[in-house]
């Protein structure tokens, strides 16, 4: 359990609460890149970390996030004509460009040349700097030049042949969603049916969560009676990835949308070479493990409204714990249906739980010392170069000392 208080400061996300000026720190995805492909083509509305945003590529081909509302009459920009290096509001035509700032005050006569210029000077918007990466709009929205450098994570660095992003929102908090990542011992029951790897009948009796320099390593040890112990460490990266060691590789982002909606980003990538017909084909959708969306939008089909499409007589033969089809449904059914943000401190907290207080504990530590002004993990954009990874070790072996390298890409090939 928690208390409420580090409870909501783990949780919100706007404007000034310690966990958003945290991840503010940090390249967050905003969009496709296709979803603003054309020059001067049409701005699209974005809501980041409870901020309402628009986006928009303007003639010269440059990215523009501003705050969504216009800061005479506060008109949203979202209708806005993206003409000549600027969106225009189109209730009385004021043009901003992509760095928020007014160019353009046609309402003023001509002949007040002056309270043209203070029209300019003063009405300003909001503009966060993006850059775009692996098919995505990336946005930075903390302290004016202290964006880092963009992070080595591995997908964003292989061809687009190599890799398949999809995305859809998910209707909780983005911790609640978080934590069902990191969660080792629901695998053995939410997601059982389908399928399923043998090791997962096993849940596990070994838990290992540490600091590393891009964000924490957590192992989970499953004792399935042989001699060795059966290790998975599965990595979260500042503020919001997750590496998970499948073939091909997958990546998760929670983005926090607001306090209440996370955009899940799923991206499957391969290292070695293009991704297959049959991999592509998994990666869109459809199949047990990936959700698939309503066409044209960011919402599953399976979803709250419809109970996820539960089949009671699946569940009932047995071939579902849920009845619930693909795994990301499931996480969603469960994780929405704790609530919009769960109030951990009525929570009932038992030995599986062990990795996911852990990362809470390291989480508020983390929150403190953005506080404090120290060193941020995940500034290193080296540090990134990490996949989560699966081993078996002696039973004596030391995991603990040893996670934080074992995760490394270098290590990894070198095996
Ligand atoms: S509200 Fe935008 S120009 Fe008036
Ligand atoms: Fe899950």
């Known amino acids: 359990m928690l208390s409420r208080e580090n409870n909501e400061a783990l949780t919100r996300v706007g404007p000034g ?76 035509g004021l043009k901003f460009n992509v760095a928020g700032e007014c160019t353009d005050a046609p309402c003023i006569p001509p002949t007040h040349k002056e309270q043209i210029e203070t029209a300019k000077r003063n009405l300003r918007m909001k503009s ?16 004016a030049g202290m964006e880092p450098a963009f992070p080595a994570l591995e997908w964003t660095q292989v061809p687009d042949n190599q890799r398949y992003t999809t995305r859809h929102v998910q209707e909780c908090n983005w911790l609640q969603a978080l934590e069902g990542g990191f969660d080792a011992p629901h695998l053995t029951f939410l997601h059982r049916g389908g399928e399923t ?49 499948t073939q091909p590789f997958a990546a998760h982002m929670w983005v926090p949308v607001d306090d209440e909606n996370t955009m899940l980003y799923s991206i499957d990538f391969r290292p070695d070479r ?38 009671r007589e ?66 290193d954009p080296e540090s990134y170069r990490v996949r989560s990874t699966r081993c078996e070790m002696p039973r004596d072996f030391d995991m603990a000392a040893h996670m934080g390298n074992l995760v490394r890409v270098e290590k990894i090939a070198a095996q």
């Open 197 to 245: 790897d043998a090791s997962r009948d096993f849940v596990p009796s070994f838990y290992e969560v540490m600091t590393t320099d891009f964000g924490f390593a957590i192992a989970t040890g499953r004792d399935t009676g042989e001699p060795k112990i059966k290790w998975n460490i599965n990595i979260m990266l500042m503020p919001f990835h997750k590496i998970i060691s």
């Open 128 to 143: 966060y700097p993006c850059i775009e990466r692996a098919g995505l709009v990336w946005a930075y929205m903390g302290p």
């Open 274 to 311: 293009a991704l297959s017909q049959q991999e592509l084909e998994r990666a869109k959708g459809g199949d047990w493990i990936h959700t698939e969306n309503i066409p044209g939008t960011d919402h599953a089909l399976r979803n709250r409204d419809n109970d996820y499409l539960i089949d």
């Open 17 to 92: 609460t310690p966990m958003g000026e945290l991840m503010r720190r940090y390249w967050i995805p905003a969009a496709y890149s296709d979803q603003v492909a054309k020059n001067d083509g049409p701005p699209i509305r974005v809501k980041l970390l409870g901020e309402k945003l628009v986006l928009f590529r303007d003639t010269k081909g440059r990215l523009g996030l501003l705050e969504e509302f216009c800061p005479h009459r506060l008109a949203s920009m979202f209708f806005g004509r993206n003409e000549q290096e600027g969106l225009r509001c189109v209730y009385h």
């Open 314 to 379: 699946l569940q009932a033969r047995g071939d579902s714990y849920t009845g619930i089809k693909g795994f990301g449904t499931q996480d969603c059914a469960i994780q929405e249906s704790m609530g919009p943000i769960v109030d951990r401190s009525g929570e009932h907290l038992l030995m599986g739980d062990a990795a996911i207080v852990k990362l809470r504990r390291l989480l508020l530590q983390a929150l403190r010392d953005h506080a404090d002004g120290k060193p941020l993990m995940g500034m």
